[in-house]
């Protein structure tokens, strides 16, 4: 079954018709040609395919595309127009938060997504007394980041480049 | 991936007559199982209804005090809203608890409610599975069962509901409000999962073309003395091996009012009914809460892998206990 839809992906308007299997990983990969969310394991246990839909982190992996007709996708690419890179991307490549780099744009969507959560009062499991305004020490980002997994291990230089980023006042 | 027709929902009713109206038609909320689903192979709709837009998105405090959650609510801004987080703190701990900041963006009220069983072997279209398909038999009762049921399983199947929002929900008595072709009706959220007796198949007792439109939390003074605790392999980002959801009222050094869930251990939230009796009244201290532990373990029957789960559900639930009479959340 065919579906048309238009999504607005790193700035660009784009209107797309694809089968109603599709997911919006697929659709984006696949038929628009937009390679910074990687399929791991696309069953929505890795991380790496996570974007910014609408503002808020996700994985696109287990959303249908037909179901997001509409969206504002963000990818690690689009945080860097022109080339500019992200105050978070620069804190990755500053601290060699990375080894072979598959799960990195995930890793950037998703701390870029996790500091708009905790801006927004969001607590989390280890934030005590759910307090809105967590201090979001190393335990915090463990907690926040544990939907990005990294099979090469990097995670003690990913962890430092976000608490490097947040004391740059990359926290929005 | 089987195809599927798909069509997004506007208005409830017709939702709810159009997946009425064809037995292989289902709804579709943050798709983070439904989906993963379809992949698999376990789930083959013909017909996929949306109903991710309706606006079911509130969370509306109630005259008298009760709290109505929107279906379509996101697990990540109902774990995240000042009234949950201030009156009851054990949903919003068992919610933040669940899945990952991705996941609980997408996932629903509702959604949750109804994700299935992470059984290995039902969610395996190459091996034998009850829930998967009645009658080809258990691959767990056998099989690797670890992370299986200790309480309230049958022969038919052993699986455990992986939710923890729900075991939550269970101990705080909050009711599933479902609209169906002859209107609305209300189901207390412990009678809303069923244990597999011989049709392990049937987890909830929602009829084909039902949709959940609200849970409501009544008005009840003593969550806001009330935690979530989660045993799990890793520190983050894992299923639960045991879990417990506990609301604790003190008055003169006696147990005034207690509410126990526990999670892993039955193939739906197990409300601990027992143990609750045996508190109530009971003085506060540390002989009650073992005693309470052991009566609500009595009739554990654990498999051959997961014989870890009675001294780790009863562990857990003393030391939740100690916490919130200490005021420790």
Redesign the interface.
């Given at each position: 079954?065919k579906?048309s839809i238009t999504l607005q992906v790193d700035g660009r308007q784009r209107s797309l018709s694809l089968?109603?299997?599709t997911?919006l990983l697929d659709a984006l990969r696949e038929h628009l040609g937009v390679k910074a969310p990687k399929k791991g394991c696309?069953?929505?246990q890795c991380?790496a395919c996570?974007v910014l839909m609408d503002g808020?982190?996700?994985?696109t992996c287990?959303?249908?595309a037909?179901?997001c007709?509409g969206a504002i996708v963000t990818t690690a690419e689009g945080l860097a127009p022109g080339g500019r890179l992200h105050p978070v991307q620069q804190a990755f490549l500053d601290h060699d938060a990375l080894q072979c780099g598959y799960c990195t744009p995930g890793q950037i969507c998703?701390t870029v997504?996790?500091l708009e959560?905790a801006k927004?009062?969001?607590?989390?499991?280890v934030t005590q007394?759910?307090s809105?305004q967590a201090n979001l020490n190393d335990s915090e980002i463990?907690?926040?980041?544990?939907?990005?997994l990294c099979r090469c291990g990097a995670y003690v230089n990913i962890v430092a480049a976000i608490r490097d980023a947040i004391g740059k006042g990359a926290m929005p | 991936m089987s195809p599927f027709e798909y069509e997004r929902a506007t208005d409830a009713s017709a939702a709810v007559a159009r997946v009425s109206a064809r037995p292989n038609a289902v709804f579709l909320g943050g798709g983070t199982n439904l989906v993963d689903h379809m992949r698999l192979g376990i789930a083959r709709p013909e017909l996929v209804v949306d109903v991710s837009r309706l606006p079911l998105r509130a969370i509306e405090r109630l005259p008298g005090g009760a709290v109505r959650i929107g279906a379509g609510v996101r697990n990540s801004d109902l774990a995240a809203d000042g009234t949950i987080r201030s009156q009851y703190p054990v949903l919003s701990q068992a919610l933040l608890a669940g899945a990952s900041g991705q996941l609980r963006n997408l996932a629903t009220t509702a959604g949750n409610l109804l994700q299935r069983t992470r059984c290995a072997y039902f969610q395996d279209v190459t091996v034998p599975c009850n829930k998967r398909e009645p009658g080809s038999g258990c691959s767990a009762i056998e099989g690797h069962n670890r992370d299986h049921a200790i309480l309230g399983a049958s022969q038919q199947c052993v699986a455990v509901h992986p939710s923890d929002m729900a075991v939550a929900l269970a101990a705080l008595d909050a009711t599933v409000v479902v609209l169906g072709r002859q209107g609305e009706r209300r189901i207390p959220v412990v009678e809303f999962h069923r244990l597999p007796g011989s049709s392990p198949q049937r987890e909830t007792v929602l009829e084909h073309g039902e949709l959940i439109t609200a849970v409501e939390l009544p008005a009840l003074p003593v969550a806001q003395h009330s935690a979530y605790y989660k045993v799990r392999d890793r520190a983050s980002y894992a299923f639960a091996l045991v879990s417990v959801a506990a609301a604790l009222q003190i008055s003169d050094g006696r147990v005034a009012d207690v509410r126990i869930a526990f999670g892993g251990l039955a193939h739906k939230p197990w409300r601990a009914v027992r143990a609750e009796a045996s508190l109530r009244g009971a003085p506060a201290t540390e002989e009650s809460y073992r005693r309470a532990a052991a009566a609500e373990l009595a009739d554990a029957r654990p498999l051959k892998h997961n014989a870890f789960k009675v001294p780790m559900a009863r562990n857990t639930l003393q030391m939740l206990l100690r916490h919130l009479t200490a005021g420790v959340r």
């Open positions: 079954m579906a089968d109603t299997r997911t696309d069953h929505g991380g996570t808020r982190r996700v994985t287990l959303s249908l037909v179901a007709d998703s997504g996790m959560e927004a009062g969001h607590p989390s499991f007394g759910l809105p463990r907690e926040r980041m544990s939907g990005n | -």
